[in-house]
T-cell receptor, first 115, second 113 residues
Framework: KQEVTQIPAALSVPEGENLVLNCSFT??????LQWFRQDPGKGLTSLLL?????REQTSGRLNASLDKSSGRSTLYIAASQPGDSATYLC??????????????FGKGTSLLVTP | NAGVTQTPKFQVLKTGQSMTLQCAQD?????MSWYRQDPGMGLRLIHY???????DQGEVPNGYNVSRSTTEDFPLRLLSAAPSQTSVYFC????????????FGQGTRLTVV
């Protein structure tokens, strides 16, 4: 069974810092990996999708990398802002899933960016 | 530009009551799924569907029922609500195939008293 782990569970940084969120997974046989943002009491917003054949994806101040062979992904946030405060979730879609194309989620990193 | 729409947003049920959580998508996606999110547990798959008329169980299916009569709709039924089903429920859809992006609804916050 695919296990997804996110470290750290919580992170507090001052505004303007560059930061890295980590995601690891146990089975490297994946279709893709997706990073989501979740604001308190809200739904999941897709940030970046990395296919298994890709090494990284960028969107604005966000850059996600994927090292499939080592089972790791990082989400890099440049020049953090208070509006970046949210929970960030990593999810993997596995080739060997017994549940079709279901996503396996990490428990998230709760980010607080202080002014 | 609706995407995935879930109703209701909030619901309080008494133990033993039944209800249906609605999920609709307007992107003609084949794959739809239901997750529940609990503190400290992350999101866990309840049921999924790979197309109209086809459903299957996920990781935590007990106490829930689903059907998929159309491509657009994938309702989740609680037959006899229990306090252990207090959770936030998310519906997701994708266009089928493993390489596609998943889109989520805004969630339904359910409390069973």
């Amino acid at each position: 069974k695919q296990e997804v782990t996110q470290i750290p569970a919580a992170l507090s940084v001052p505004e303007g810092e560059n930061l890295v969120l980590n995601c690891s997974f146990t089975d490297s046989a994946i279709y893709n990996l997706q990073w989501f943002r979740q604001d308190p009491g809200k739904g999941l917003t897709s940030l970046l999708l990395i296919q298994s054949s890709q090494r990284e994806q960028t969107s604005g101040r966000l850059n996600a990398s994927l090292d499939k062979s080592s089972g790791r992904s990082t989400l890099y946030i440049a020049a953090s802002q208070p509006g970046d405060s949210a929970t960030y979730l990593c999810a993997v879609r596995s080739l060997n899933s017994n549940s079709g194309y279901a996503l396996n989620f990490g428990k998230g990193t709760s980010l607080l960016v202080t002014p | 530009n609706a995407g995935v729409t879930q109703t209701p947003k909030f619901q309080v049920l008494k133990t033993g009551q039944s209800m249906t959580l609605q999920c609709a998508q307007d992107m003609n996606h084949e794959y739809m799924s239901w997750y529940r999110q609990d503190p400290g547990m992350g999101l866990r798959l309840i049921h999924y569907s790979v197309g109209a008329g086809i459903t299957d169980q996920g990781e935590v299916p007990n106490g829930y029922n689903v059907s998929r009569s159309t491509t657009e709709d994938f309702p989740l039924r609680l037959l006899s609500a229990a306090p252990s089903q207090t959770s936030v429920y998310f519906c997701a859809s994708s266009s089928g195939g493993g390489n596609t992006e998943a889109f989520f609804g805004q969630g339904t916050r359910l409390t069973v008293v």
